[in-house]
């Protein structure tokens, strides 16, 4: 039985291998069909082995080394996302520049030889704000209905296209370049079952490229039968998502898409991670990743691993969030390192050893194992960070920005504003004695509440505690000022429909409880946008002639400065902040959280420069200080904490699980 076995699978991988390989195909015409249950490249017989790749969670000089890591793994293919909000944010205005430089990313894929596997969305997911798709959207009292034949949709839609899709006739497959297949919209079978949005996207791709057009594909789960249904389109390629039980998932494929090659589209080999989490880093087993991955390709199956390098979902444009299943927000930290083949520093993991392992001996090339990556060189570990200057937002506010003023409070998007901050400022009468009451969904996401420049306490979206949204004011009334902190907008679900940021829906800010009769809506509002880009936090009034170490809660910018002999990639850590973001040199490296598990922010060599290097900090709860100010510092290793787990916990489980394994195998 055993050597039956081993006998079918060795002639598996030579039939399916036995292929000419790679040589370098500028300009010449090629493409990826369907024949039977199998692919065919160029008239021969072909296995996609993928990974992803977002290019805009990774600095273009970065790109290079990604991509030569993905090929050495064995791999022939890269799967690539492109994020609608961050090549258009704002209505008409695109940007093909920096991270969002897909044509050179493209261009880089092509000289390396690795085929792309595109998924343009519109909606891509990606543990992305929104999904990909922008803010402007949710501008509308009536926010569009996404993801639909809605007539304003699709017109956004095809604005946004007709700029993009132009731009990629070039690297397609069938004019030489690299794009060998293409994604219709992305896990629509969890969404909805409009047939007629699919077709409407399917057509536009079909009236673009015409002839050239390559394979198209749509990739949803299998465990509830309607996914594919529901997601899929008649004649197009259907491919699965999943991470673990290949035998099932792909039966379940096969089950909705009778003729037709296999393919696992998002091989999970991690997981993402969202702040708070109480068991710390996602984890999974690298011997398990193997044995999936081994167990996926004897099957027959295509197979793009999910993700091969995640990156660092940078800035406020970035990670995105999840609804739990009761109900709660799960914002998405700022490192997609997801456990990744390549972590979030792109260098490679135990995981990559295995399947580069797997791959070799599938792929009958031991070659791929002679070829290794040396860890890059790190910034060396620092004392804590000089503090060159610091100033309270309060002061900083009259020259950073101008307000709009409002009766009611209303979502930041109505005020033109996508990411960052909102101050929300108005005068409270008399209050006679009742409390200032936030409704259950006003905060979108964290706030701090303050009057006449006291802290009165802040409030997280989550915030279910007995009196967490009261406040007491003075009888005779005050100035009131809440600065809202922008999270990520929910990527997955129907929440997309209603995710809007900052203060929301009416009643949003009331006097009174429930306890005390009717309640008061508090109304006379100033609202200023704080988007906190490179612009804005040029403009912070600096006065470095003095630091100032003694200050109250609330608020606060910090100005620090680094000294760098080389520059290299390193990480900052963030030991006595509360919560914000940090840059340097006007670059953003993400969101800070003290409630974990991420404890620090990855510094890409490529923002550092020879000697004097800026680091500016915001946090919008600093506690007060009256002696030594919080520091941060230079560490060569990202730091996780493991929640209520102790550290180390689960990789031993994984230890103990693969030692069972090898006693009843």
């Known amino acids: 039985m055993a050597l039956g076995f081993m006998q079918r699978r060795s002639s598996r991988k030579l039939t399916l291998h036995r292929q000419r390989s790679h040589t370098q195909r500028c300009g010449v015409s090629r493409r990826l069909e369907m024949d039977g249950n199998d692919f065919t490249l160029e008239g021969e017989r072909h296995r996609i082995l993928s990974g992803s790749v977002s290019y805009f969670r990774v600095l273009p000089q970065q790109w290079r080394d990604r991509l030569e890591k993905l090929k050495a793994l064995g791999c022939n293919a890269a799967e690539v996302y492109i994020p609608w909000n961050l090549h258009e944010p704002e209505p008409g205005t695109f940007n093909f520049e920096g991270r969002c430089d897909l044509l050179t990313f493209l261009s880089l894929c092509q000289e390396l030889e690795l085929d792309v596997l595109l998924r343009p969305g519109p909606y891509i997911c990606a543990e992305w704000d929104l999904g990909g798709l922008p803010w402007w959207l949710l501008k509308r009292p009536d926010p569009v209905p996404l993801r639909s034949s809605d007539k304003d949709f699709l017109t956004a839609v095809r604005r946004w296209w007709s700029e993009l899709l132009p731009k990629l006739g070039p690297f397609l497959a069938a004019r030489g370049g690299p794009i060998i297949a293409m994604q219709v919209e992305n896990e629509y079978g969890y969404w909805g079952a409009d047939k007629n949005y699919l077709e409407e996207l399917r057509t536009i791709l079909l009236e673009e490229f015409g002839s050239d057009c390559p394979l198209l594909f749509t990739s949803d789960g299998t465990f509830w039968p309607d996914l594919q249904?529901?997601?899929?389109?008649?004649?197009?390629?259907?491919?699965?998502?999943?991470?673990?039980?290949?035998?099932?998932?792909?039966?379940?494929?096969?089950?909705?898409?009778?003729?037709?090659?296999?393919?696992?589209?998002?091989?999970?080999?991690?997981?993402?991670?969202?702040?708070?989490?109480?068991?710390?880093?996602?984890?999974?087993?690298?011997?398990?990743?193997?044995?999936?991955?081994?167990?996926?390709?004897?099957?027959?199956?295509?197979?793009?691993?999910?993700?091969?390098?995640?990156?660092?979902?940078?800035?406020?444009?970035?990670?995105?969030?999840?609804?739990?299943?009761?109900?709660?927000?799960?914002p998405q930290v700022t490192s997609y390192d997801y456990g990744g083949l390549l972590d979030e520093a792109g260098e490679v993991t135990e995981k990559y050893l295995r399947c580069q392992e797997v791959l070799a001996d599938f792929l009958q090339k031991p070659e791929l194992l002679e070829k290794s990556f040396p860890m890059s060189r790190r910034l060396p570990e620092s004392p804590p960070l000089e503090l060159e200057a610091s100033l309270s937002l309060e002061e900083s506010l009259p020259v950073m920005a101008t307000p709009i003023t409002s009766a009611v409070p209303v979502p930041a998007e109505q005020v033109g504003l996508g990411y960052g901050y909102i101050m929300y400022r108005t005068k409270v009468p008399s209050t006679n004695k009742l409390p200032l009451t936030f409704g259950k969904e006003a905060i979108r996401d964290f706030a701090s509440v303050m009057t006449e420049g006291r802290v009165l306490g802040t409030i997280y979206r989550n915030d279910t505690r007995p009196g967490a949204r009261e406040f007491d004011l003075p009888e005779q009334g005050c100035h009131l000022e809440v600065l809202v902190d922008m999270m990520g907008r929910v990527n997955f679900g129907p929440a997309l429909l209603t995710?809007?940021?900052?203060l929301v829906g009416p009643g949003s800010v009331q006097l009174g409880s429930p306890f005390t009769g009717p309640m008061r809506a508090v109304l006379g509002w100033e609202i200023f946008p704080l988007p906190m880009d490179e612009e804005m936090l040029s403009e912070i009034p600096w006065d470095t002639r003095k630091v100032n170490r003694q200050w109250n809660r609330g608020p606060r910018f910090f100005r620090y400065v680094l000294h760098v002999q080389q520059p290299a990639d390193g990480f900052?850590?963030?030991?006595?902040?509360?919560?914000?973001?940090?840059?340097?040199?006007?670059?953003?490296?993400?969101?800070?959280?003290?409630?974990?598990?991420?404890?620090?922010?990855?510094?890409?060599?490529?923002?550092?420069?020879?000697?004097?290097?800026?680091?500016?900090?915001?946090?919008?709860?600093?506690?007060?200080?009256?002696?030594?100010?919080?520091?941060?510092?230079?560490?060569?290793?990202?730091?996780?904490?493991?929640?209520?787990?102790?550290?180390?916990?689960?990789?031993?489980?994984?230890?103990?699980?693969?030692?069972?394994q090898s006693w009843t195998a």
């Open 229 to 330: 249904q529901n997601g899929g389109l008649d004649g197009m390629l259907r491919t699965a998502n999943f991470g673990s039980d290949p035998a099932q998932r792909l039966a379940e494929l096969r089950a909705a898409q009778p003729q037709g090659p296999l393919c696992n589209m998002e091989f999970w080999i991690g997981w993402f991670d969202a702040w708070g989490a109480l068991t710390g880093k996602s984890f999974r087993d690298p011997a398990d990743v193997a044995r999936t991955l081994r167990d996926t390709l004897d099957a027959g199956a295509s197979v793009n691993f999910f993700v091969f390098h995640g990156g660092t979902s940078f800035g406020f444009c970035g990670p995105g969030g999840n609804i739990s299943n009761v109900g709660l927000y799960e």
């Open 499 to 502: 995710e809007r940021k900052g």
């Open 572 to 660: 900052l850590a963030l030991d006595g902040f509360k919560k914000g973001f940090a840059v340097i040199n006007g670059f953003n490296l993400g969101r800070y959280w003290e409630v974990g598990p991420q404890r620090s922010l990855y510094i890409p060599g490529p923002v550092l420069q020879r000697g004097r290097n800026e680091v500016l900090i915001f946090d919008i709860d600093s506690p007060a200080c009256d002696r030594a100010p919080p520091a941060p510092r230079i560490v060569s290793k990202a730091i996780w904490s493991s929640g209520v787990l102790p550290a180390g916990a689960k990789e031993a489980a994984a230890t103990v699980s693969s030692i069972f």
